[in-house]
């Protein structure tokens, strides 16, 4: 397409067309639409474009791509009217030269969709580029997706949406588009690699992705959900701009949406902080089979984002330095797609982390901050807290109403949830996975079955010792359970208890444990 603006959109640069007050509008542009933004208000224009996954081309098209835009997004607000992003479809009236915000929807010449402008400096894009993004948004971010899932529509064992073969036919589009426009020997060898691969992990993977949409795992999701579409809003983080004029796109499987984040973070060098939002997710979403299928879903969405790179130099019929940059970021989507790949090998191996101590001592600020240290290979946390409700159909943060000894914290209770957090950790280590196991591993025979696993998947071994004065754990636990918000539910009580059975650490357990600064700084689990 030429970079024209057409006289439509030329008009409405103008403020007094707008039913509001209007100082100066600025003009956005996207692949699919134009953006005005005009004072406390943003209008999106779709584009009158037909490409293979969009198709706008006509008025009526347009309205019901603005209609469904409204509807989708809507379902990530606030309870809050006032914090909501999207406001309504409007129709545009008038004529091309004389355009109207509103009027008669039978008399439309365009339809708009009306958002709320919000900062620009806060979506999450911004947000990293300043160097701002933190572990905790990065948790409130996983918790809005997971909470949004959970409620989101799925898709039935009738609909057409999510299948291995429509995963398949998406992931063969985006390297069929690479193919076409790429010329150089290099990049199509690489694209040639990814291409193979993609079709032995689709090969690998279409039982579980079969099992997963049995299990509800595929539901009206958001389809887009990269860092500039998040945006730090009243306190957390929020998602907009789903993917409303393709439903194919937008009804997928649950990790194939984080999985766009997870990519993101990776894509600029936020490796750590994707480790935090995935194993957040995790235990929001109490998705266990999630892993497996997350690194194809991050290499598929690394290669949207190189077709789109060059679908959008296409349209802006790019200079000879414009056409450079795009090549460039094309170069580095592929890039970043073949080491999410393994191609050629290249990730770390994989470890296997446990945390020591009693409650309160900060095991999981731990972990997180391990897991944010972790730049150079994938990882992801196991909760105990978590796993123990996760077995008996609880919420991570629903009070399971169990007393000391009883319930969920049974000896029975207890070592059902080391068994399964062994078995997790050993189907995350086969698949690639570093492991930190977050519990309190107080007795000797506990921590040996996690050495002995190790062992047998012949990976390093560490021990994340925490400790800190008994006065110190009180006063924790006393604010932790006084804040809420947080999976454990150990006690006073639960303390007192630990203190009286605890088994300290070995001295061949000493030789592999280690401070949390020592671990992240010198890797020495590598050594172990």
Known sequence: MSVAVPPLISALLDP?????????VELLQTHGAWVLLAGDRAYKIKKPVALSFMDFSTLDKRRAACEAELRVNSRFAPPDPASRIYLAALPITGTAQAPVIGGDPEKAIEWAVQMRRFPELDRLD??????????AMLQALARHVASFQAT????????????????????????????????????????????????????????????????????????????????????????????????????????????????????????????????????????????????????????VRAKVAGIRWAQLGASPDQAALALEEVRTYLQLAS???????????????ITHGLSGSGKTWASTRWLAAQHDGRAVRLRSDVERKRLHGLAALAASGSGLNTGLYSAEAHGDTYASLRSRAAELLDQGWRV??????LRQHERQAFADLAGAQGVPFAILACEAPVGVLRERIRARQGAGGDASEATLAVLDQQLGWVEPLSSAERACACSLERLVSVQSYARH
């Open 339 to 353: 080491s999410l790949a393994g191609l050629p090998p290249s990730q770390p191996s994989p470890c296997l982390v």
């Open 152 to 303: 989101a529509a799925v898709s039935d064992e009738d609909s057409p949406w999510g299948r291995p073969d429509d995963v398949a036919g998406f992931a063969r589009d985006n390297l069929a588009s690479l193919r076409s426009t790429l010329s150089d020997d290099a990049d199509l060898h690489t694209v040639a690699a990814l291409s193979d691969w993609t079709e032995t992990r689709l090969n690998q993977l279409t039982p579980l992705l079969q099992q997963r949409r049995a299990e509800g795992r595929v539901r009206e999701g958001h389809g887009d959900l990269h860092l500039a579409n998040l945006v730090r809003l009243g306190g957390g983080v929020m998602a907009f701009d789903a993917i409303e004029f393709n439903d194919a796109l937008r009804w997928i499987d649950v990790a194939s949406d984080i999985a766009f984040t997870w990519m993101d973070l990776w894509h600029i060098d936020q490796a750590g902080l994707a480790h935090v939002l995935l194993s957040e997710w995790l235990d929001a979403s109490g998705d266990v089979s999630a892993p497996a299928v997350l690194p194809f879903f991050a290499v598929y969405r690394a290669l």
């Open 126 to 135: 911004h947000v990293a580029a300043r160097g701002e993004l933190t572990s």
């Open 436 to 441: 930190i196991v977050d519990a309190a591993f």
């Open 16 to 24: 007094t067309r707008h039913p509001h007050p209007v100082d100066r």
